[in-house]
């Protein structure tokens, strides 16, 4: 009963016609939608109310987790090089993207003021410390890259890190921290990221109860920003749809082109043998749930070595999160479009940088919380996001499919190659070579069924 009425409040539908009412309600009771406001800014405080301890616990396991299985030895040379370069050429695929089509560049001055007085305390007290003025482009300074740069994302206290939210310092802190943990032997180390584990699970939960009430926080949110905006800031995001869109369509065909070369077939077939594992990618947008269908279409359609997929499919999947990665560039330079935020060579590198940070941390996050990591990115360069939250949560039944589609079809194409061919059938199912004599008996069994 729990699973179906979880899966009833997110319906994407639903969340669609919850929209729908929301900018209805904005536009025809304003002052009903008004009185609404503290609901959206309660969710949106509940939801930062989980970020660290689940930041913390979700990178350290990952880290730990890849830098002491066994298995992995003899393809960890290629996964240092490999998932790295991927991400970071995501990360450049998005700024690309940016630089073609600015995703902010609709937002008109009015809906830019608005926007303004929400983010400044004027219209709902979002952030009542921190005021923002549009009456001039915000300036970033760019002083030694050497400093800077390395002050944004190096903790000198991990503690002060955590108490002042300060989240790519905190994951910087969980990288190094989980590559020492995994270089510790005995039960001590189990028993530590066994409790981490039930930390992340913990979190996970509560944001499951938060994910219930969904509906109802995003119709509070959106109809009392309509009221106070109006619909311009949401329809401004159809450019930065249209962003998000070609970044996946570009790096869905760079994936094809991958398998279609290791496979040695044609970049149509390279679609179409893991059609299914595309397909339930966009149906469920869970890349954990296609992980099955991918293993079994890589090894069955493309003839991948089953023990390697085996290893690296997984592992892509929780730690190269190749989609999430240009959501966060795209998405703080839309919010540092719509402030007039100039960005230099500098603040280039932290979104890159931080983007591929929060992607890591986005893994086993749900659709609320993958938005909310924005954060992450958005901090170290002192962006308002909070009213770009409200918007990004509105259309992220949309991003959402283009995030999971590029991240599963993405991990087939790294993981295509990282793992060999198979030379045999009894490379692709072991099992079956291990034992010839149950392999006559198979279609009789078939047909008795």
């Known amino acids: 009963m729990k699973r179906v009425l979880h899966k009833t409040l997110l319906n994407p539908f639903l969340i669609f016609a919850v929209l729908g009412l929301a900018i209805l309600a904005g536009l025809e009771l304003p002052d009903f939608s008004r009185m609404l406001e503290p609901v959206g800014g309660y969710y949106i405080s509940l939801l930062k109310m989980i970020v660290l301890p689940y930041l913390f616990v979700t990178v350290t396991i990952g880290i730990a987790k890849i830098a002491s299985d066994p298995n992995a030895s003899s393809y960890v040379a290629r996964l240092v090089l490999i998932y790295p370069a991927a991400m970071l ?3 450049l ?3 690309g993207c940016c630089l073609l089509i ?3 560049g609709t937002v008109d001055a009015a809906s830019l003021s608005a926007l303004g007085d929400i983010v400044n305390g ?4 979002l952030l009542p410390d921190d005021e923002v003025r549009l009456a001039a482009p915000v300036v970033f300074q760019s002083p030694a890259i050497q400093t800077s740069f390395g002050e944004r994302i ?9 108490t002042n939210g300060d989240s790519l310092k905190v994951v910087v802190f969980c990288i190094v921290f989980g590559a020492a943990l995994a270089r510790n032997t005995g039960l001590s180390r189990q028993s530590l990221l066994d409790l981490f584990k039930v930390v992340q699970n913990a979190c996970i939960e509560v944001i499951r109860w938060l994910n219930l009430v969904l509906p109802f926080a995003l119709f509070a949110m959106v109809s009392s920003q309509v009221a106070n905006v109006g619909i311009g800031p949401l329809v401004s995001l159809g450019r930065f749809i249209q962003v998000q869109a070609l970044a996946a369509g570009i790096l869905m065909l760079a994936g094809g082109m991958i398998i279609a070369s290791r496979a040695r077939i044609s970049p149509i077939a390279a679609f179409s043998r893991l059609g299914e594992t595309i ?4 149906t469920t947008r869970s890349s954990f749930a296609c992980i099955p269908v991918a293993i079994r279409e890589l090894t069955e359609n493309l003839r991948f070595n089953r023990f390697a997929t085996d290893l690296v499919m997984p592992l892509g999947t929780t730690i190269c999160r190749i989609g999430a990665v240009p959501y966060y560039v795209i998405g703080v330079i839309f919010i540092a479009q719509v402030y007039g935020a100039q960005l230099d060579f500098n603040a280039y590198a932290t979104i890159i940088v931080a983007s591929i940070a929060a992607g890591i941390a986005s ?3 749900t659709g609320t919380m993958t938005v909310l990591l924005i954060a992450l990115v958005a901090e170290p360069l002192k962006l308002p996001f909070e009213a770009a939250i409200v918007l990004f949560i509105a259309v992220d039944p949309i991003i959402d499919i283009f995030r999971t ?3 599963v079809y993405g991990n087939c194409a790294l993981t295509s190659m990282i793992a060999p061919r198979a030379k045999s059938r009894e490379a692709v199912e072991p099992q079956a070579a291990e034992t010839p004599a149950r392999a006559k008996p198979a279609p009789q069994e078939v047909e008795a069924c």
């Open 89 to 91: 050429f995501a990360a």
């Open 93 to 95: 695929v998005a700024v």
């Open 102 to 104: 600015a995703p902010g």
């Open 122 to 125: 004027r219209a709902g007290e």
């Open 154 to 162: 190096i903790p000198e206290n991990i503690f002060q890190a955590l």
């Open 279 to 282: 397909t339930l990618a966009v």
């Open 363 to 365: 893994s086993g996050a």
């Open 405 to 407: 589609v590029v991240l």
